[in-house]
């Protein structure tokens, strides 16, 4: 069986975490084709070439593939698919945009979030907000897969695998990019951070979040939020943590203000170790939590950050 | 020009899900069911459109089980304008796959020609994020996934989409397929005379073959099962005892 794995490739630079952890679980399906898709796509390919496991890595490299609009990308993948049992990806939104598009051109159903390989065709995924796991097996000839990174390791580096070039397929030409919006930050990647410091409506505004980042930047961990804080402005929609949002497990996870609701829950459950800190002892997220502190934010959040 | 949104019956987000003992699946047998919510940001946003003019007509199709009756009356009640029933199930427990939805979804658009089509980014029943970007690959539509903000011109479309780096704003030519994300506005409740007015506007009833498409599953459901559960945690009384008890574990 032969595995093409897009890899997550955002202006140029390669995602490796989200990339290494989705070859690990691709490895278990067959042999591992990278593709890596871009305006300038060289180094990024280079980069994955070198993750252990992958056989060979295609380079697209056309002005097309600039912003990784769903459209070009998908028709490139569908003229390859041909040659492969399995295509996957990470689940970032970039491959959700992309591999339905590319099952629904095979006349394929697609199987997104994939937590665990039990064989070739039979793969297991969270439903319901993560309330239960669903086990399923695919009679298509072809499976579209995309793996929720968080529950794999890495594949290590080290490989040196060869490169390809190949031409551009056809651009649909129907959507065309604007612009970006992105903040620019030192801090970890969150869905690959160690520890995640995420706060909730608790916090009460955007200038007071700044309690809960002055922690996460002692302890150098990414910052989360709820949807709850969020949709109230006090944090960017990119670090929402949730059913519908970021799915984390780092080794250590802080939720200060936050109640708990099931679709938070979803999105960092499978978290090492879970700290919470609310003023509500009966506060949902205490059942879920390793450590709980029942405590004022206010107080005990820049306590515990001259404290660490 | 007409905008087309298709809308889900699922668990109401807020019941607690139940995994049935024999692992077949979850338990829908007499809980709550609703609109999926975001299929409700979707129904909203289509009305606005209407509202601002820049709709003709809004059109809500549901595929399942014939009590998908219930949320198209709903949607109906919000202020779309008719609706489309397309029973393909008998059982509430049988899912039907975002790619017989889709193909479903894509004869309704051939027959109706819309201009745009808003749809959830995601159920939340399976959560598989899906339905809407298939659709645009069978009508060879453009797609503009998780929506923030939407903004209807001439022709096209800009969309600002919540990505993992930020937002990202593109331009699609229409027609177009459009998937919200929570963000793009808050949906309106309805008022009882709309709810009154809703039960007399149209409803159509269709079946599956009434499009020529075959919804028998690709996947097949081996077993559901509830998840790992987390061991029990302890309470501590102080930040001096959380410290301590996280570098004493090694957390820290
Ligand atoms: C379709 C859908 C998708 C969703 N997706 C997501 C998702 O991806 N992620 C997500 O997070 N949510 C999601 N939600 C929303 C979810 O249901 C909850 O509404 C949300 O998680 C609540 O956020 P919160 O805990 O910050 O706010 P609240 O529930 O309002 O809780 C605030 C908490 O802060 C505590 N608090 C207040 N002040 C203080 C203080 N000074 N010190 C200490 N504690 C304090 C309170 O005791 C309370 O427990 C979704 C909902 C829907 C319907």
Redesign the pocket.
């Known amino acids: 069986m032969a595995v093409l794995l897009l890899a997550e490739i955002t202006d140029g630079s390669l995602a490796m975490d989200a990339t290494a952890k989705t070859v690990a679980a691709a490895s278990k399906l067959g042999d591992v084709t990278v593709l890596a898709v871009g305006a300038t796509a060289k180094d990024a390919a280079g980069e994955a070439a070198t993750i252990e496991g992958v056989s060979k890595v295609l380079v697209a490299e056309d002005a097309i593939y600039g912003h990784r609009l769903a459209e070009p990308t998908a028709a490139l993948i569908v003229s390859l698919a041909g040659d492969y049992s399995h295509i996957v990806a990470p689940a970032t939104t970039d491959a959700k945009n992309i591999l339905p598009r590319v099952a629904a051109l095979l006349d394929v159903m697609v199987l997104t979030d994939v937590t665990g390989v039990v064989d070739g065709d039979t793969f297991e995924r969270p439903i319901y907000a993560g309330n239960a796991i669903q086990t399923v097996k695919s009679k298509d000839a072809t499976k579209v897969i995309t793996f929720r990174t968080s529950t794999f390791d890495a594949a290590a580096t080290g490989g040196s695998a060869a490169l390809e070039d190949i031409a551009a397929a056809e651009n649909p030409g129907l959507s065309e990019w604007v612009s970006d919006k992105v903040a620019e930050s030192d801090r970890p990647e969150l869905t690959s951070a160690k520890i995640v410091v995420s706060g909730?409506?608790?916090v009460?505004s955007e200038e007071d979040f700044k309690i809960i980042e002055a922690l996460a930047d002692k302890l150098g961990a990414a910052v989360g939020?709820?949807?709850?804080?969020v949709d109230s402005g006090f944090a960017p929609n990119d670090w929402?943590?949730?059913?519908?949002?970021k799915v984390v497990a780092p080794e250590l996870y802080i939720a200060?203000?936050?109640?708990?609701?099931?679709?938070?829950l979803?999105?960092m459950k499978d978290s090492k170790v879970i700290v919470a800190?609310?003023?509500?002892e009966e506060?949902p997220?205490f059942q879920v939590a390793d450590y709980g502190l029942v405590?004022?934010?206010?107080e005990a959040v820049p306590e515990m950050t001259g404290k660490v | 020009m007409k905008v087309l949104v298709p809308v889900k019956r699922v668990i109401d987000?807020n019941v607690k899900v139940r995994v049935k003992a024999d692992g077949s699946g979850v338990d829908l047998a007499n809980v709550k069911m609703s609109m999926n919510?975001?299929d409700e940001i979707a129904v909203e946003e289509a009305i606005r459109l209407k509202e601002a003019g820049k709709a003709s007509e809004v059109i809500v199709v549901s595929i399942g089980v014939k009590q998908s009756q219930e949320t198209l009356r709903t949607a109906l009640a919000m202020g779309a304008d008719r609706a489309i029933l397309v029973t393909a199930a008998e059982d509430v427990h049988t899912d039907i796959e975002p790619l017989a939805v889709a193909k479903i979804l894509a004869a309704v658009v051939k027959e109706e020609e819309p201009g745009l089509v808003i749809c959830g980014k995601q159920a939340?029943d399976n959560d598989l994020n899906a339905t809407g970007q298939m659709l645009a690959a069978l009508t060879g539509f453009a797609q503009a996934t998780n929506a923030n903000n939407l903004e209807v011109e001439e022709g096209s479309a800009t969309v600002a989409r919540e990505v993992d780096g930020g937002l990202q704003t593109i331009k699609v030519t229409l027609p177009a397929i459009v998937t919200t994300d929570?963000r793009l506005n808050e949906p309106r409740y309805a008022s009882l005379p709309n709810i009154m007015k809703a039960k007399k506007k149209p409803l159509d009833e269709k079946t599956p073959e009434d499009f020529g498409v075959d919804v028998a599953p690709r996947l097949e459901v081996v077993t559901t099962a509830e998840p790992a559960e987390r061991a029990a945690g302890v309470m501590v009384g102080s930040v001096d005892e959380l410290v301590a008890k996280l570098k004493e574990t090694g957390a820290l």
């Open positions: 909730g409506r608790g009460g939020a709820s949807r709850a804080a929402q943590v949730g059913q519908t949002g200060c203000g936050i109640s708990g609701a099931i679709q938070h979803a999105g800190i609310n003023k509500d506060a997220i405590a004022d934010i206010f | 987000y919510p975001f939340i929570l």
